[in-house]
């Protein structure tokens, strides 16, 4: 159910297109009993008398049924559901006049409400977020009597679009990952082959014409995500630490470009030291190189373990001994200089 509601000057006009037949029929009205569209708009006018300063002194309002349950509801039950709404935006149905007209020309059943502004009091009835108060009286009317609200359904069609959203996602992911498997070498060749993947991958530029980002589109649904939303994993630091070069016109960020060096630093010391099929690290006796030494596997990790569970330890006591006992002893011998110095002149 779907309630609207907003104060207009009202006009006959308004009433002829309220009140005409093809379109429904009249279920209620109250303090009125003229039988033409100007008879009734002229009574409502002498009601209005009493306050002249007010211009839009009439109130319109629709509801609407979700159309399931617009077809199986009565005359008695739209009725009381018109009263019931008017009452909770503010329109006293004992002391108000309107008229209360069923349209039935579209799919969906609906009311249409024509309510005199003015009280008897010649104060106008507060229309002030009008518009809120009607949307609240339908949802309320309808969790009162069982029907859909439109709230409901504004929920459920936005779960929909969430969980379709969620597997759009997925689906990019794993075309990602199979484009990955193929150990793309730069952002050129991997923007080729998601596209034949059926994605749209676009680089983001910033105003001083760095690569700071991707987006990507799925050319199937239209649906259009940053490349990071869909997974950390596919942000284009992450791209860079899986092995992609920037082999784009546009140069990378200077956050981008320091984890472009740290990779490429990585990718140095994993040449330096991990052996390779092509024996590049190994001498002619198969032997490991480390600097100008040749190591065996055995010795190179007894090596590393010595490093690590000595070298290290040791250069870390080292530094304690040295910043605790003896850098303290240099600053006092420099203040001692500093102080013969100034007694010698």
């Known amino acids: 159910m779907i309630g609207k509601a907003k104060s207009v000057r009202g006009s006959v006009a308004g009433m002829n297109y ?3 037949e093809s379109k429904g029929y009249e279920l209620d009205r109250n303090r009125l009993i003229g039988e033409t569209s100007a008879e009734i708009m002229q009574e409502f006018r002498m009601q209005q008398l009493n306050n002249s300063t007010c211009d839009k002194n009439m ?8 159309i399931k349950d617009g077809e199986k509801l009565t005359n008695s039950e739209l009725k009381d559901i018109g009263k019931s ?7 006293d149905t004992e002391k108000q006049a309107y008229i209360m007209i069923v349209h039935t020309e579209k799919a969906h059943k609906h009311i249409h409400i024509y309510a005199n502004r003015i009280q008897e009091n010649g ?9 809120k108060r009607a949307h609240a009286a339908a949802h309320s009317i309808a969790k009162e009597k069982g029907l859909i609200s439109a709230k409901e359904i504004m929920i459920e069609k936005n779960n929909r679009l969430k969980d379709n959203e969620k597997n759009i996602k997925n689906n990019i992911f794993n075309k990602h990952k199979n484009v990955m498997r193929s150990k793309p070498k730069g952002f050129k060749d991997y923007i080729k082959q998601m596209n034949l993947q059926g994605l749209e991958v676009k680089p983001t530029i910033n105003k001083q014409g760095q690569l700071q980002g991707f987006r990507v589109t799925d050319l199937q649904s239209k649906k259009d995500f940053k490349m990071s939303d869909v997974n950390r994993s596919m942000s284009v630091g992450n791209l860079i630490k899986d092995g992609l070069k920037n082999d784009l016109d546009n140069q990378l960020t200077n956050t981008l470009k320091t984890v472009q060096n740290k990779q490429d630093i990585a990718n140095d010391l994993k040449k330096a030291i991990v052996p390779k099929s092509n024996n590049q690290n190994k001498g002619k006796d198969n032997k490991i190189i480390l600097g100008k030494e040749k190591l065996s596997k055995k010795e190179y990790l007894d090596y590393r373990k010595f490093e690590e569970n000595v070298i290290q330890p040791n250069y870390i006591v080292e530094q304690q001994k040295y910043w605790n006992e003896e850098r ?5 011998n420099e203040k001692n200089k500093n102080i013969n110095k100034d007694n010698e002149r």
Do not use: C, Q
């Open 123 to 131: 104060k106008a009835i507060e229309d002030k977020f009008i518009g």
């Open 328 to 332: 303290p002893a240099e600053i006092e």
């Open 85 to 91: 709404f008017m009452n909770k935006v503010g329109i």
């Open 59 to 66: 109130i319109t309002a629709v509801i609407s049924p979700h």
């Open 18 to 20: 309220l009140r005409e």
